[in-house]
């Protein structure tokens, strides 16, 4: 029997049987049509292989086995017809999708949210490393979708917390990975909560015999769907990649933005609260970019396109689910600020550049830790990925120096210099000052290099999280721009004080909300006016983070930034009340890492 042999598969679908595309598009697939219009909404418009065989035979009641990988459709293929199998007047868990990691769960639940449209399903995403609070208020609020890694779901089991007595649609997603990672037997477990007269959909990449017994001893009369990898990505497009540390990206992103030619961008990140943050740290740092993700309106999402299409808007920060059918010719680079999960989904993304025949850039951040991706990448695609050097602040400053430089001519054309000429001569016979330098010295002003600060020599940005014995996240830190001396007075073991005095103020948002430090600075700079200099440190709790301002805040400033929202919540700021007033890092029970 071959790998790919199923004994209970009833019906097979092979590539060679599979239609190119399908003639009616979503709207022969048999969807309801409340579902149907959320797809023409979110700009699908030929279904992918996977979808269109596997949809038809869900909507129609039967058990699918799926040998796909991400990238080539699958979680629209099973989450469009689960969407379809809820009720949406009853409470309660109707449908349970199983991931093999949180990032997975987190992009599922993500994608299964936005087909559902606003006022549908009730989607909640459950999985270890995160607080249980908003899981568990999810679940008595009567979610109805869940999405979760396998050990917090058994968590969640044990605790009586979830009841799975009414799931109708059963998914287990990339199951040979969830079993490479050790997770049958609680599949084995969470299988037997389940009714017995469940649909059951299974995906995986791959199906070893692992695989076979699960798909036996879970899935009743089965349909085998088979389908490739996606096709390689278009020659016109350069890939390359550059090596950043975590803490570096948003600098290294925002460097390569002020240097790229390309007419647009797009960067893709891996959830929809990273477009919120990357967006905000962009913007902090003088970027000009909007974010898109499944929970932005249709009409705004039509803006955004619009703008990007009209030249308005030149970067877009977005998932890969609100990336989708995304085709605006002026997009020249890509950058994967997150390496993409799933080898595929590289596919797509730097599929929105070098289209329509143009050519195009795509550059991936990879960290130190994630250079082993770079071969699965090469492998998939074919292509040698160059590396690259990321822009320096001096090359910055050259690259805007140098197209300074371009419209010279064409300013000395246009005339009327004479007032300039005066001025300059002016300064140089009262200064003395050589005229090359005077010429450069305002090249360096245009081009916004206001010169060293000798302060500000040797400062560095310090990111450091804290965790206690079992690896549980207890609180994080964050030092822009901390100095050598400021560094060693920390070691001491004082207390720094805010340059300039300033306060310690409280936040209502955390490491729990998975909200990044440069979100927390890009809001509070954006809202209340204030330079990324004036904030200090940054201590970011489970529940909400503490930040030094080096300077006080008016009230109309503190009421502007208490009113912004990052990772959807406000930031209500206040003052801190020090530790009566609820600072410190809370403990709770060891969690499962699922």
Do not use: C, W
């Not at 699960?214 to 088979?226: E, I, K, M, N, T």
């Not at 079992?470 to 560094?487: L, Q």
């Not at 200099?533 to 008016?554: H, N």
């Amino acid at each position: 029997m071959s790998d790919l042999a199923l004994p209970t598969v009833t019906d097979t679908v092979d590539d060679a049987d599979l239609p190119e595309e399908s003639p009616g598009g979503f709207a022969a697939l048999g969807l309801p049509d409340e579902l149907l219009a959320t797809v023409e909404q979110l700009g699908f418009t030929t279904p992918t292989d996977i979808q269109t065989e596997a949809i038809p035979v869900l909507l129609a009641g039967r058990d699918v086995v799926g040998i796909a990988q991400t990238g080539t459709g699958k979680t629209a293929a099973f989450g469009l017809p689960l969407l379809a199998a809820v009720d949406r007047r009853r409470r309660g868990v109707q449908a349970l999708v199983l991931t093999p990691t949180r990032e997975l769960a987190v992009q599922v639940a993500d994608a299964i949210e936005s087909f559902a449209g606003r006022g549908g399903a009730g989607v909640l995403a459950v999985y270890g490393g995160a607080s249980y609070g908003p899981q568990l208020r999810g679940l008595r609020e009567g979610a109805q979708v869940v999405v979760g890694t396998p050990g917090r779901v058994m968590d969640l089991l044990e605790r009586g917390s979830l009841d799975l007595s009414g799931v109708a649609f059963f998914v287990l997603d990339e199951a040979d990975e969830m079993l490479r990672m050790g997770f049958a037997e609680d599949v084995e477990t969470i299988a037997g909560h389940v009714p017995d007269d469940r649909r059951t959909a299974l995906f995986s990449a791959t199906m070893p015999p692992a695989i076979r017994r699960v798909a036996d001893a879970h899935l009743h009369d089965p349909v085998r769907v088979a389908v490739s990898r996606p096709a390689s990505t278009t020659a016109t497009v350069r890939q390359t990649y550059a090596v950043v540390p975590f803490r570096h990206k948003v600098g290294a992103l925002a460097r390569v933005l002020a240097t790229t030619d390309a007419d647009a961008a797009i960067v893709f990140v891996r959830t929809k609260a990273n477009v919120e943050e990357v967006s905000l740290e962009l913007s902090a740092r003088g970027v000009s970019a909007a974010g898109l993700s499944g929970d932005v309106p249709q009409k705004e999402r039509e803006k955004l396109v619009e703008r990007l299409r009209g030249g308005t808007l030149d970067v877009l920060v977005a998932t890969d689910v609100a990336a989708r059918g995304l085709d605006v010719e002026r997009i020249g680079l890509v950058v994967n600020f997150d390496v993409p999960r799933e080898n595929d989904a590289y596919v797509h993304r730097i599929g929105r550049t070098g289209r329509a025949g143009r050519s195009g850039t795509a550059l991936t951040f990879l960290t130190p830790r994630e250079r082993g991706r770079l071969n699965q990448i090469e492998r998939l695609t074919g292509t040698r990925l160059d590396e690259v050097t990321i822009p320096s602040p001096a090359d910055v400053s050259a690259y805007k120096a140098r197209r300074l430089v371009e419209r010279v001519g064409r300013r000395r054309e246009a005339g009327r210099l004479d007032l300039y000429r005066d001025v300059l001569r002016g300064h140089i016979e009262q200064s003395g000052a050589d005229l090359e330098d005077v010429a450069a010295a305002l090249m360096a002003l245009a081009v916004g290099d206001e010169g060293p600060h000798p302060r500000e020599e040797g400062r560095r940005d310090r990111y450091e999280e804290q965790t206690d014995e079992d690896g549980s996240f207890v609180a994080a830190r964050f030092d822009e721009g901390v100095s050598p001396r400021r560094g060693a007075a920390e070691r001491g073991g004082r207390r720094a004080t805010p340059a300039g005095g300033g306060s310690r103020y409280r936040v209502e948002v955390g490491h729990k909300d998975g909200v990044q430090p440069g979100a927390i600075v890009g809001a509070i700079t954006g809202e209340g006016g204030l330079k990324g200099s004036d904030l200090g440190k940054i201590d970011i709790y489970p529940s909400f983070s503490l930040v030094e301002i080096r300077a006080d805040l008016a009230p109309d400033v503190a009421a502007r930034i208490g009113a912004a929202r990052v990772a959807g919540r406000r930031l209500r700021i206040r003052p801190d009340a020090g530790p009566g007033g609820g600072r410190g890092p809370a403990r709770g029970r060891r969690d499962r890492q699922g």
